[in-house]
């Protein structure tokens, strides 16, 4: 007895050490000590499991927490950088603040920052962090020439996992022996743009082979953007600067658009505070339209409208999008203004400005920076939108994947993380499986998760095809209207097969079965953009479902006529079945009938008003075969 109550000390111990570690924000691999002890002290089988099942769930978690402080920290550093261009006052400390930060975001061993010489045709180094080489530090590259070069020329970000043997980029004496003396290996540039010119190229660098992610790449390029906001204001406070002291004349002029500066300046710093102090995109679109004296509609990239204020419903104008995501600038369009909202290279929506049809410059480069700082908010909260549909899309996972050979599935633990999500497994629900064109995947995910919180249900990928789970008793009407929306607003088919409605977490993974086969068979049929249960597959839907409802299937192709014989004592199933049966010959049924060939035309034609006047294409008359012997097997079953 003492034995086991050891054990059981031992595994309690194990546990408590475990959650000690989690609140002490131990590193990872001192996480595994409690199972190995607990090991060590004898504990019982189950009770080792227990632990190092409590184990992998801490792992997991650290691993999450770890994740979202590493991403808090790279807002909070787009953040702080935003606060430096709106009280701009000395590049040179902006600049380094931005290389600094590009280094210590993407965590590497040093990053720099080059800009364009118009006048000798090259690009060379302005500012660097971590570099140790004087040579690097005074490299000039010709434009195309190495991965600077070729990023100043072309404007696109280039990245390599070994600048050394990568020979998509021009070699020159010069620069390969910089970046032998620095030890780069490692290397992504990004493109410092103002408007459709390049003004130079913003680095990020290790002295070890590196596969930069998408993320990385967004990541610098929004830094980037950052420093050439810099530039460009600190060339315009120059600009300024000298007016005043060559131009005596001008002097009002240069007051004034020194004013509208600090106030630009005044307005990104209310707009950025306001984004830091948890400010939504209303709040945001107030505060532009405040400023600016004007209406504003705020729109996603797919157009949709996420905020209006002072404006009827408009839609937003395409190529005035295109206009201003081409030139990075803000656009005239039929007496408004467009300005499109970056985040690098990618659209993220779009501000609409009305009731303005001139804007000074001020204003002009106000509306920009207005697009910015909305950019950053919607980075923001595409981050917490993307959190949550993991969460959301790893429950939908562990709800469709229950079933496990050898053991049962946790219902009651999917259960309570559902209700967690204000998800009510008790409550009808109906499994949607989406399928559409590879290139547009991405677009429908997004659209179903969308769809999914407002529903109140979840949404994930799995099997390459999109999985809708949601609360409905229709799923064969929900479907169909789905799959007519998503088809219209897609532009390209989008096929979906239903199933339920279920209630309960262990009904999920037949119901998921049976909606993916009936996607299947919509696209074996040649159903494609549309959307249906099995049960309105007609007679495949029978033998495709696991829960046949056969009198259902009977009753939707014969009820008009069994209710006909049964009211009326007439013989038309039988009728039927006796002119199927003999290849559909008038003859051969009258025959078997013992009455004349008219009273078969008319019993047909009488048919043919209950069931309507496509009955006997091939189409429908097997569905009726089909149903005829389905209805004979059922007597016969009723009858022995």
């Known amino acids: ?38 090991r060590a002290a004898g504990a019982r089988p189950h009770e080792q499991r227990a632990v190092d099942e409590a184990t992998r769930v801490a792992q997991d978690i650290h691993r999450t927490l770890t994740q ?52 000798a045709g090259d690009t060379f180094m302005r500012v660097t962090s971590g570099s140790v080489s004087a040579k690097f530090q005074q490299l000039r590259l010709g434009m195309g020439e190495g991965l600077g070069g070729l990023v100043a020329q072309t404007a696109r970000p280039y990245a390599s996992t070994d600048y050394r043997t990568d020979r998509r980029f021009k070699h020159t004496g010069a620069i390969d022996e910089g970046v032998e003396e620095e030890g780069l290996l490692g290397i992504l540039g990004v493109p410092l743009r103002v408007g459709r010119r390049v003004i130079g190229v913003l680095f ?18 929004s830094l980037a953007d950052h420093a050439a906001v810099a530039i460009d204001s600190a060339r315009l406070l120059e600009e300024t600067r000298t007016a ?4 005596n004349a001008a002097n009002e002029t240069a007051r004034a658009h020194s004013e509208a500066l600090h106030r630009a300046a005044d307005a990104h710093d209310r707009l950025t505070d306001l984004v830091l102090r948890g400010g939504g995109v209303d709040d945001v679109a107030r505060e532009i339209a405040a400023l600016l004296d004007s209406g504003l509609a705020v729109h996603d990239a797919d157009g949709t409208e996420l905020a209006r204020v002072g404006s009827v419903p408009v839609a937003p104008p395409g190529q005035g999008i295109e206009a201003s995501r081409a030139g990075g600038r803000a656009v005239p369009v039929d ?15 779009s501000l609409l400005l009305t009731g303005r049809a001139d804007l000074t410059a001020a204003d002009r480069r106000l509306f920009e920076r207005a697009g910015l700082v909305t950019a950053l908010l919607l980075l923001l909260r595409r981050s917490v939108a993307e959190a949550e549909n993991r969460v959301r899309g790893e429950l939908l996972d562990d709800l469709l994947t229950g079933r496990r050979p050898g053991r049962h599935p946790d219902t009651g633990g999917l259960a309570l993380r559902a209700r967690r999500l204000d998800i009510n497994l008790a409550r009808p629900h109906a499994v949607l499986v989406l399928g559409c064109e590879p290139d547009v995947r991405s677009r429908l995910s997004a659209e179903a998760a969308r769809r999914a919180r407002a529903l109140g249900g979840l949404a994930g990928a799995r099997n390459g095809h999109t999985v809708l789970l949601a609360p409905t008793s229709d799923p064969g009407s929900l479907a169909h209207d789905l799959a007519r929306e998503l088809s219209c607003g897609f532009g390209t088919p989008t096929t979906i097969g239903a199933a339920g409605p279920v209630t309960g977490a262990e009904r999920l993974p037949d119901a998921y079965d049976e909606a993916r086969r009936c996607l299947e068979a919509l696209e074996a049929l040649g159903r494609t953009g549309e959307g249906a249960g099995l049960s309105e597959l007609g007679f495949l839907g029978v033998l495709l479902g696991d829960r046949a409802d056969i009198t259902g299937y009977v009753d939707r192709v014969l009820g008009p006529v069994l209710r006909y014989d049964t009211q009326r004592g007439s013989e038309l199933v039988r009728t039927l079945d006796a002119y199927y049966d003999h290849g559909a010959s008038l003859a051969r049924a009258k025959d078997v009938l013992h009455v004349h060939v008219n009273t078969v035309v008319q019993r047909l034609d009488r048919v043919a008003q209950l069931l309507g006047p496509d009955w006997n294409t091939p189409g429908r008359a097997l569905e009726i075969q089909v149903a005829l012997r389905l209805h004979r097997l059922a007597r016969q079953r009723a009858s022995g």
């Open 335 to 349: 007496g408004n203004w467009v300005c499109a909202v970056l985040a690098g290279p990618e659209l993220l929506g």
């Open 68 to 119: 979202r402080r590493r991403r808090e920290a790279e807002l909070a550093a787009l953040f702080d950088t935003a606060g430096d261009l709106a009280a701009l006052r000395d590049l040179d400390a902006v600049l380094r603040a931005i290389v600094h930060r590009a280094r210590t975001l993407l965590g590497t061993d040093i990053a720099y920052l080059t800009l364009n010489d118009p006048v």
């Open 244 to 247: 005043l002291v060559e131009l």
């Open 1 to 38: 007895m003492a034995t086991v109550h050891d054990s059981a000390d031992a595994a309690t111990a194990a546990l408590r050490e475990l959650l000690d570690l989690l609140a002490a924000d131990a590193p990872a691999e001192e996480l595994a000590r409690p199972a190995a002890r607990a």
């Open 204 to 221: 990020a660098a290790d002295r070890a082979s590196r596969d930069f992610t998408p993320d990385a790449i967004a990541l610098l390029t």
